[in-house]
């Protein structure tokens, strides 16, 4: 991906005053209050572990990229960055009511709000995969724990098959497929009322009540995005004008503007390689990262980028409801037990049933898989829920101590 030019300064040049910003105040010792230099070497620490995150998670081998286990990683890295961030902001509350940082902070918070959507819409995904993982276990059951395998136990297999192709069909064909499913994190939390009074128009996730759908044999009834909500809409209003800061913001930052715009990208991108591994409305990926490659922790962002890309461009791959690499082997399997049905006669040879119980064991291992990888992976969900929940919160809190109604307001955090 190319780097991006903003608004007449060079990627290079941007770069360089970043890197340099820094080293430049230390040469102003004299200038420089203890707190300042606190700032800043909270930000280079900041930085420094964004840039280690992301290099490790961009080391994964091909085979584990969009795994359970590597998306539950890539969540654990925003929660560790985003608690970073919190705390460098928290420590600066009178600098942030200055412009321009007033102004960038509010666009961060409006931009984690419409992330809650994608949260509740990827809980939607991790629940139909967990549907999906309970017909493979009935092909399991019913194929891989007998002495032998009569025309009963194949029919029970073929018909959770079937069930399966409907399912992950209707998944790909239908933006509305799963939406009215999801059950809210932030149910209990007081979120429904606050959200929904300042979504904008944007964010539907608690306003739309209560819907029934059946899929195959499972349903549900839970709280849900709208009917008409997109992921892809959705993730190009989070990206929006998100660019490099100018060299005056960072200086009449101190250096904050750049941290703010690491967590609006890593917010993005983190918000786009959830949509683009797990089922849900209307997935999209076409979202452009104005991120200048030559930052030092944008390097290893990118290539993840441009690596998810290419996955969803490979021919297996272009009409998958999601890119999760279980779901890549679900399908696999799937496949190759209807082809072998078809060639399926009774009483079964000796090397058609070696061949059916070789597929039943990769089908139990993707089983176990999801069995042991969904549960972890919705409880991180739900964290990075709640974790920008709180986040929001806290703002209000601490700038009601200084009566600061009005700047609250402005950041969208109080009536």
Not at 117 to 136: M, T
Not at 182 to 196: E, I, V
Not at 260 to 277: E, K, R, Y
Not at 346 to 370: G, N, Y
Request: charged share 25%; aromatic share 8%.
């Amino acid at each position: 991906m190319p780097a991006t030019d903003y608004q007449g300064s060079s990627p290079a040049s941007l770069t360089h005053f970043g890197r340099s910003f820094f080293s430049l105040r230390r040469e102003q010792v004299h200038s420089i209050s203890m707190e300042g230099s606190s700032l800043e070497a909270e930000m280079e620490s900041f930085q420094q572990n964004v840039t280690d995150r992301f290099l490790e998670l961009s080391s994964v081998a091909p085979d584990d990229l969009l795994s359970v286990s590597w998306v539950g990683k890539l969540l654990d890295c925003f929660l560790c960055c985003q608690e970073e961030f919190r705390a460098i902001v928290r420590a600066q509350k009178t600098q942030v009511l200055r412009p321009p940082l007033d102004r960038m902070v509010s666009d961060y918070f409006d931009r984690s709000v419409k992330a809650l959507d994608v949260c509740n819409a990827i809980r939607d995904g991790i629940e139909q995969i967990r549907q999906w993982q309970k017909l493979l276990e009935i092909v399991v059951y019913a194929l891989g724990n007998q002495r032998s395998i009569g025309e009963g136990q194949f029919r029970r297999a073929r018909k959770a098959l079937a069930d399966l192709a409907i399912g992950m069909l209707d998944d790909k064909d239908s933006n509305a497929s799963i939406a009215n499913r999801n059950r809210s994190f932030g149910r209990n939390t007081g979120y429904k009322d606050h959200h929904h009074s300042h979504s904008h128009g944007h964010s539907h996730s608690s306003g739309s009540g209560y819907h029934h759908r059946s899929l195959g044999h499972f349903r549900s009834l839970s709280w849900s995005v709208s009917r008409t909500w997109s992921a892809a809409k959705q993730l190009q209003a989070i990206g929006s004008s998100i660019n490099p800061p100018k060299a005056n913001d960072l200086v009449a930052s101190n250096g904050i503007a750049m941290t703010l715009f690491i967590m609006n990208s890593i917010l993005l991108f983190v918000m786009w390689a959830l949509v683009a591994a797990i089922p849900c409305q209307d997935r999209g990926l076409h979202v452009h990262f104005t991120i200048p490659r030559n930052f030092s922790w944008a390097a290893a962002l990118l290539s993840l980028h441009e690596r998810i890309m290419e996955e969803s461009k490979k021919r297996e791959r272009k009409n998958s409801c999601g890119l999760l690499r279980e779901i890549h082997q679900i399908e696999k399997c799937a496949r190759s037990m209807n082809e072998l049905s078809d060639s399926v006669y009774f009483p079964l040879t000796e090397d058609k049933e070696r061949e059916v119980r070789q597929i039943v064991q990769e089908v139990s291992q993707v089983c176990d898989a999801l069995k042991d990888g969904l549960d972890p992976l919705e409880r991180q969900v739900r964290q990075v829920f709640h974790k920008i929940v709180r986040s929001r919160t806290e703002g209000i809190d601490s700038l009601g101590k200084y009566g600061l109604k009005d700047f609250a307001i402005s950041f969208g955090l109080v009536n």
